[in-house]
């Protein structure tokens, strides 16, 4: 099974309403990356947060990271008909073998006009 | 700056074929890694490199092999093409110290079909 599972799965909302979609995960991470990708396209990274941050924002994102819940989640504020996409999460363990990077299943976000 | 490059963009196999994926990077990155996609859902991991000459194996590593002989390069070599891997591939490349942030960058994927 992947090392992370997102929440809700798909989410569908008003242009201007906020979108919020949460991840978590099973082993003690470095840091947590989440990453857009439009449709049938490559990832694009939208922002990182280290293990020993609790909040992190970055225009209209704003991430929260809860490592004793093993948790996080997104929040797209004001949202845009161009933030349609679907959005994943990522964990960074540091491994013995060196740094492992893996995804959750992902939220497909729609936002009406 | 190219960025991560992937060729061939589509390809379409016939099981029990063999063929190598390519993917290069030009921004001097340690870590490379394969995922692929399936419709639906999230990238599963399938082999990553920290350096040239060190790979390891991620969630779904049978029927792939990976080498790293030069920081740029990471091709990923099907043994055995099964209809189980048609997928999408990607490539992604970050620096490895969380220092320089460890931000990936994914090529534009290849889209593999195999009857």
């Known amino acids: 099974s992947q090392q992370g599972e997102e929440d809700p799965q798909a989410l569908s909302i008003q242009e201007g309403e906020n979108a919020t979609m949460n991840c978590s995960y099973k082993t003690s991470i470095n840091n947590l990356q989440w990453y857009r990708q439009n449709s049938g396209r490559g990832l694009v990274h939208l922002i990182l947060i280290r293990s020993n941050e609790r909040e992190k924002h970055s225009g209209r994102l704003r991430v929260t990271l809860d490592t004793s819940k093993k948790s996080s989640s997104l929040l797209i504020t004001a949202s845009r008909a161009a933030d349609t996409a679907s959005y994943f999460c990522?964990?960074?363990?540091?491994?013995?073998?060196?740094?492992?990077?893996?995804f959750g299943g992902g939220t497909r976000v729609l936002v009406k006009p | 700056n190219a960025g991560v490059t992937q060729t061939p963009k589509f390809q379409v196999l016939k099981t029990g074929q063999s063929m190598t994926l390519q993917c290069a990077q030009d921004?001097?990155?340690?870590?490379m890694s394969w995922y692929r996609q399936d419709p639906g859902m999230g990238l599963r991991l399938i082999h990553y490199s920290v350096g040239a000459g060190i790979t390891d194996q991620g969630e779904v590593p049978n029927g792939y092999n990976v080498s790293r002989s030069t920081t740029e390069d990471f091709p990923l070599r099907l043994l055995s093409a099964a209809p189980s891997q048609t997928s999408v591939y990607f490539c992604a490349s970050s620096y490895l110290t969380s220092g320089r942030g460890n931000e990936q960058f994914f090529g534009p994927g290849t889209r593999l079909t195999v009857l």
């Open positions: 990522a964990m960074l363990e540091i491994k013995a073998a060196g740094n492992k990077l893996t």
């Open positions: 921004m001097n990155h340690e870590y």
